[in-house]
């Protein structure tokens, strides 16, 4: 989130960001000159993560180790504690055609051995002789960048501490990704979205927008109200309007009390304070006899090009169906080019307003009478997020590509795949288990991500196991239903060494 900057940061922030052209162009031609990644996967966010939980989400950036493939590129991977050495060989070993010693030596982890729910940057910024040493692996400011999670003032003064652009959205532009800011952005772009009322605070306002958008819809039933800075549908809550005669205020008021929260532990007064502090949407709950939730993720590059990157339908859950667990790839083809075509606006709006890195939009599509997809935009993430990493392992580990136009993505040997992926393979029993076990599951019964097939399974967060019973995974096979399979045989098969773990 954007706080007050000093004149004097931003321009010397403005100054470095100008020298990721040169940077990109550079980067994008073949060449014996070594750069530099800083990967910072700091989550910043309202919610807090602690202990485990944090240091898995920020292990789930490790497919950025799959760069080290190339043999020129220095990566700088920081984390709050010191990553397990099982966990490092295991992403090494991954790397195709190359030496994993070699790899190894280009490979500079630092961590500030502080678990704490801080946000990670807030960590290093608070440790000037960690700066100092990550300032000292940078062997040429010129030939490197930071890669952020998300971008704040403090990844903003991160990269002007460590004297290095950041390859993503300036945090100024924060307002664009909130719920409200995207809605805006849609509206002026001529992408379809559900009818809705941005930019709200508190009770009156909330009774208002209810009012006025059943005023224009009078059989609307329900809506769903979401905070502009939330994520993975954390935020959300549904309201049922049914019962509701009319626009009278105390029916309205006391439904908004009924309210279901999308996180459990949620309470009415806690979400209006939140509400009132941080603003948010009011929105029609769309409905239909079939109704789907698929993404579109796009990255705009310094030299202002717009890249259409992958679609993929969200795997949801929650209390209403709203909170991300996981993603099948890519989006079914029916709707998949048609969502990617809405979200190119976004994209080129974007552009124009000098936005870099990668971001997300969400869908959901809904089959009409005539049998044809509806597709409605509801929101923007300007992050990184939950299809990222299952995305980039794939490309890197294949060297593919998504062609937008059709909806598939092919490797460069013309291999269509697909893949099935999770944060959030949970379960009590997996206490039991550690990631060496994990490793000898997948490897005796085959399913380790083959270079040769490139098919199988990439496993990920595994620092969560030990005290949670989490983990992810990214199951790779040459069709939906192969990869489904695969997942669904891998965790049949994890579930049952956890068992025997247990005895």
């Known amino acids: 989130m954007e706080h007050a900057a000093s004149p004097e940061l931003l321009s010397r922030f403005d100054a470095l960001q100008k020298n990721l052209v040169p940077l990109w162009e550079f980067i994008g031609k073949p060449t014996q000159e070594e750069h530099t990644i800083v990967v910072v996967p700091s989550l910043t966010l309202d919610s807090e993560f602690h202990g485990s939980e944090q240091q898995a989400y920020e292990e789930r950036f490790l ?28 992403y090494l070993d991954l ?15 630092v961590a500030p051995q502080d678990s704490s729910s801080q ?23 010129k030939r490197a960048h930071i890669v952020p999670y998300n971008t704040t003032d403090l990844e903003r003064e991160l990269s002007v501490r460590l004297g290095i652009p950041m390859y993503a959205a300036d945090p100024r532009f924060f307002a664009f990704g909130t719920k409200s800011g995207c809605r805006k952005i849609f509206a ?16 009156d306002d909330l009774i208002g927008a209810v009012q006025q958008m059943r005023s224009q819809k009078p059989a609307m039933q329900k809506i769903i109200l979401k905070l502009n800075d939330e994520v993975s549908g954390m935020g959300n809550a549904v309201v049922d309007l049914s019962g509701v005669d009319g626009n009278e205020r105390a029916a309205i008021e006391e439904k908004l009390r009924a309210m279901k929260f999308e996180l459990p532990s949620l309470k009415y ?17 769309i409905t239909g006899q079939v109704i789907l939730s698929p993404s579109a993720q796009l990255r705009n590059t310094p030299l202002g090009e717009v890249e259409l990157l992958s679609t993929h339908d969200q795997i949801l859950g929650g209390p209403s169906g709203q ?9 079914n083809v029916e709707y998949g080019p048609a969502i990617m075509r809405e979200a190119e606006k976004v994209g080129k709006r974007f552009a124009r307003e000098g936005i870099v890195g990668r971001y997300a939009m969400d869908f959901v599509v809904v089959k009409n009478d005539a049998g044809k997809w509806e597709p409605y935009a509801i929101e923007v ?5 939950g299809t990222t990493h299952p995305f980039l392992t794939l490309q890197y580990l294949t060297d593919g590509k998504y062609h937008a136009n059709v909806g598939e993505f092919r490797t460069v040997r013309g291999q269509a795949k697909y893949y099935v992926a999770t944060d959030h393979q949970e379960s009590h029993a997996y206490r039991a288990l550690t990631p060496d076990d994990l490793f000898d599951v997948v490897s005796k019964n085959r399913s380790h991500f083959n270079h040769t097939t490139q098919t199988g399974v990439v496993l990920h967060m595994m620092s969560a196991l030990g005290d949670r019973g989490r983990f992810g995974m990214t199951a790779i096979a040459d069709s939906q239903n192969d990869a489904g399979a695969l997942f669904a045989r891998t965790v049949e098969l994890i579930d049952a060494e956890a068992l025997r773990a247990s005895e």
Do not use: W
């Not at 790397?95 to 982890?109: D, E, I, Q, T």
């Not at 002026?188 to 009770?203: D, F």
């Open 381 to 385: 993430n300007l992050r990184k997020g």
């Open 188 to 203: 002026e772009e001529g992408v379809q979205h559900p009818l809705g009322i941005e930019n709200l605070r508190g009770v």
């Open 95 to 109: 790397l195709p055609a190359v030496v994993a010693g070699h790899a190894r030596k280009r490979l500079f982890l």
């Open 63 to 90: 497919f950025m180790l799959f760069l080290l493939q190339q043999p020129r590129v220095r990566m700088i991977y920081v984390t709050s504690m010191e990553i397990a050495s099982n966990i490092v060989e295991y």
């Open 119 to 141: 946000p990670l940057t807030q960590k290093l910024l608070d440790r000037p002789r960690l700066l100092e040493h990550i300032r000292a692996l940078v062997r040429d400011e």
């Open 323 to 331: 909170s991300y667990l996981g993603c099948r790839f890519p989006a």
């Open 269 to 285: 007064d806690e979400y209006i304070a939140k509400f009132e502090k941080r603003g948010g949407i009011a929105e029609e709950y």
